[in-house]
C-alpha cells in the first residue's frame, strides 16, 4: 500500500546564509496512521509540519501527500497549534464555522448550506464536550475549551490529514490528559492520518502508532518506535510497566540526542 505521506530524502534550507533546518529526511506514514514527532527544541518539527501542508518548498527531495507532489498550500489538511487563536469577536460555534466560510469548495456554499454546516459544527462542539458553550465567547471559556473549540474547527471541513504543533503543551496536566481522549475518541470515530508534534513523550506514546525522534539540527530521524499497545487505550494505561518502558526506550533516545 503506497504511504500517504512520503519524504524522501528531504532537506529544508529557509536562506542560503541559514543552516539547514531538516536534512536528508525519509519518513513514510500510512493512511488513517496516527505518529507523534518528538524531539530537542529547534530540531525541525515544525518545519516537517510546513513541509507536509506545503507551507514552505523542500530544498532537496520530493514531499507525496495522498499520492501527490506537494506544490503548494493543501486543502486537505487541518492544523491546530498550541495556542488556540479563536477570534475574539466570534462565538464557539461561529469560530468553528470559520473555515467553512473561507475555502473551498464549503466557502461558495456556506449561505445555501448554512443549516447542514452548522449541524456538522454542533455534531463536532458535543463531541468534544463544548455542548452548551456553543454561543460563548473565547473570553468565557476556559483554556482547555479553548483548546477543544481548535481541534472542532480544524475538523470541521472533514480533512484527511490532520496536523498538531504542540496542542496541549500550555494546558494542566489533568486537562491535558482529557483531551489526549478527546482526540483518541474523534481519531476512532472517524478516521484520518495525523501528524502530533509534541515534547510530552508520555502523549506521544499513549497517541500515537508511530513515534519518530529527530536529531538536533540539521533535523534527521534518528529513531522510530512502534507503540504496539492495543487500542482503544485508556489512561490507566499509562500506568504499567509496559508503558513505562515505551517511555523510558523514547527518553532514552532523547539523551543520545541531547548529548550529540
Not at 37 to 62: D, E, N
Not at 83 to 95: C, F, K, S
Not at 158 to 166: F, N
Not at 186 to 210: G, I, K, M, Q
Request: contains cysteine; aromatic residues 8%.
Amino acid at each position: 500500500m503506497k504511504p500517504f505521506i512520503d519524504f524522501r530524502n528531504v532537506s529544508l534550507q529557509y536562506s542560503a546564509e541559514s543552516p539547514l533546518a531538516i536534512e536528508g529526511v525519509d519518513i513514510a506514514i500510512g493512511e488513517h496512521e496516527f505518529v507523534a514527532i518528538v524531539g530537542p527544541s529547534g530540531c525541525g518539527k515544525s518545519t516537517f509540519m510546513k513541509l507536509c501542508t506545503g507551507l514552505k518548498p523542500p530544498s532537496a527531495g520530493v514531499v507525496i501527500v495522498d499520492g501527490r507532489e506537494v506544490a503548494g498550500p493543501l486543502k486537505i489538511t487541518g492544523m491546530a497549534f498550541q495556542a488556540a487563536n479563536l477570534l475574539p469577536w466570534r462565538t464557539t460555534l461561529d469560530n468553528v464555522l470559520l473555515p467553512l466560510e473561507i475555502v473551498q469548495p464549503y466557502k461558495s456554499t456556506f449561505r445555501a448550506k448554512r443549516a447542514e454546516y452548522v449541524a456538522r459544527a454542533m455534531r463536532l462542539i458535543e463531541t468534544v464536550g463544548l455542548k452548551g458553550w456553543e454561543h460563548k465567547y473565547p473570553w468565557q471559556l476556559s483554556g482547555g475549551m479553548q483548546q477543544r473549540a481548535s481541534i472542532c474547527r480544524a475538523l470541521i471541513h472533514e480533512p484527511k490529514l490532520l496536523m498538531l504543533d504542540e496542542p496541549f503543551g500550555a494546558l494542566d496536566a489533568f486537562t491535558r490528559e482529557e483531551l489526549w481522549c478527546v482526540l483518541r475518541d474523534l481519531h476512532a470515530a472517524a478516521p484520518f492520518t495525523v501528524v502530533l508534534v509534541t515534547h510530552d513523550l508520555r502523549e506521544a506514546a499513549f497517541l500515537a502508532d508511530t513515534v519518530y525522534v529527530m536529531s538536533t539540527r540539521p533535523g534527521r530521524i534518528i529513531a522510530s518506535k512502534e507503540i504496539g499497545l492495543p487500542r482503544p487505550r485508556d489512561l490507566a494505561i499509562t500506568y504499567t510497566p509496559e508503558f513505562g518502558a515505551i517511555v523510558h526506550e523514547l527518553l532514552g533516545h532523547i539523551g543520545i540526542v541531547r548529548r550529540s
